[in-house]
């Protein structure tokens, strides 16, 4: 018995990854989809969030995306990718990242950056909001895209072909003074509000 949360299904169906309190504190699990035994990954303190997954690509398997505040000294989230079967750990070069997304070539990261601040206030535009960004392999620096609103924009999803701007990020935010879904190109530009 415990708490289970953040499930992500694995880009080729066959696994979940999730949290769970199994044995205490809040931890990164991994099992097959159709059931079985969960395989613990992570022993980070309560601190480890399942994010999501990033396909295999050339010598890579499919990692699992977690947050955790294991690896750095404020108090702040680290990007780790996972490999469920070794459970090597690997450390995306960016601080502060929260969730994110990436493109179908695993080259590209959309990601927020700061995690949520916890107040629950309504359309929050203080000194932690959450924004997205951009960063791909080679980049010396990540690239901000919703600097436009001085509010939060978070959890970035792909949709479409995922390099060459064609496809869109769809993102939530409150610009229009509830929270809802929006998209962009994957420069940051032709934003639109599609819920309402």
């Known amino acids: 018995p415990g708490d289970e949360s953040n499930p992500k299904i694995s880009?080729?169906?066959q696994w979940i990854a999730f949290n769970a309190q199994y044995e205490g504190?809040?931890?990164?699990?991994?099992?097959?989809?159709?059931?079985?035994?969960?395989t613990r990954l992570t022993f980070d303190g309560a601190r480890a969030n399942v994010v999501g997954w990033k396909k295999a690509h050339a010598d890579k398997p499919a990692q699992?995306?977690?947050?955790?505040?294991?690896?750095?000294t404020l108090p702040n989230t680290q990007l780790?990718?996972?490999d469920p079967s070794t459970r090597a750990v690997e450390q995306v070069p960016l601080a502060q990242v929260s969730d994110g997304a990436y493109s179908e070539s695993g080259k590209t990261l959309f990601f927020t950056r700061l995690p949520f601040q916890g107040s629950q206030t309504k359309r929050y535009k203080g000194g932690t909001i959450q924004q997205l960004w951009r960063f791909s392999d080679g980049d010396?620096?990540?690239?901000p895209l919703t600097t436009d609103y001085p509010g939060s924009s978070y959890a970035p999803m792909?949709?479409?072909?995922?390099?060459?701007?064609?496809?869109?990020v769809i993102f939530l935010s409150d610009r229009d003074g509830t929270m809802e879904l929006w998209s962009m190109t994957q420069d940051g530009k032709d934003l639109k509000q599609l819920t309402d």
């Not at 990164?28 to 989809?33: A, I, Q, R, S, T």
């Not at 699992?64 to 750095?72: A, D, E, G």
């Open 158 to 168: 792909l949709t479409g072909p995922a390099e060459g701007g064609a496809g869109s």
């Open 11 to 13: 880009p080729d169906g």
């Open 140 to 143: 010396a620096e990540a690239t």
């Open 25 to 38: 504190p809040n931890e990164v699990y991994v099992m097959p989809l159709t059931g079985g035994l969960p």
């Open 80 to 82: 780790t990718l996972i």
């Open 64 to 72: 699992i995306m977690v947050t955790t505040n294991r690896y750095s």
